[in-house]
């Protein structure tokens, strides 16, 4: 296989993986869990920035046909999950430190792009468990930045904390054929 049908078919995986993940974790309601950034954290460690925000746009728009329509505009979130990871993981690869270091700034950088979205779009109300904690905080006097913000906050940290860290676990035990890629690095950089 060359190097375009491996990238395209794992991220047609990575994908799948994302809505599939985070449809049962939602269903199930797990608490501080998403696990809908599992393959664009995996397409951005081995692939790199540019094919890590197409499979996050990507995955954002088939939940968007398939869950509805408010996952959309939440593209921007998983597409900054897959810039932060890959420029993450660009130049020493995806390492227990960067992997941690990626999860911790995802866990902060996810729920003030997503509360911006959420407030811009939907008054801070998404549906989501969270909301509860959202309409006690706006009631006790927090502004509506910080009460959208600050339940999205913890949930966050623990999601993509764990999904980094998961994905790095993952990618030690792969093949070193399939990861070490220097032809695609270098047509990534144009790319990105």
Do not use: H
Not at 12 to 17: D, K, N, R, S
Not at 67 to 73: D, L, N, Q, V
Not at 113 to 134: N, W, Y
């Amino acid at each position: 296989m060359n190097q375009k049908t491996i990238i395209i078919t794992l991220g047609a995986l990575a994908i799948a993986i994302n809505v599939i993940a985070g449809t049962v974790v939602s269903s199930l309601k797990i608490p501080f869990l998403f696990l809908d950034t599992i393959g664009t954290i995996f397409i951005a460690a081995i692939f790199g920035p540019f094919w890590g925000a197409l499979v996050g746009l990507l995955t954002n728009l088939v939940l968007g046909v398939t869950s509805g329509y408010t996952a959309i505009p939440f593209a921007l979130v998983n597409v900054i999950v897959g810039l932060v990871v890959g420029y993450s993981a660009r130049k020493n690869g995806f390492k227990l430190s960067s992997a941690l270091i990626s999860g911790i700034l995802l866990g902060i950088l996810c729920p003030v792009v997503g509360s911006v979205i959420a407030i811009s779009l939907f008054g801070g109300l998404t549906g989501g468990i969270q909301d509860v904690a959202v309409l006690w905080l706006k009631q006790a006097g927090s502004s509506l930045f910080a009460a959208a913000f600050l339940p999205r906050l913890g949930e966050n940290l623990i999601d993509k904390i764990l999904s980094a860290l998961l994905v790095y676990y993952i990618i030690k035990k792969l093949p070193q054929s399939l990861i070490k890629r220097p032809a695609l690095k270098k047509r990534d950089s144009n790319a990105a």
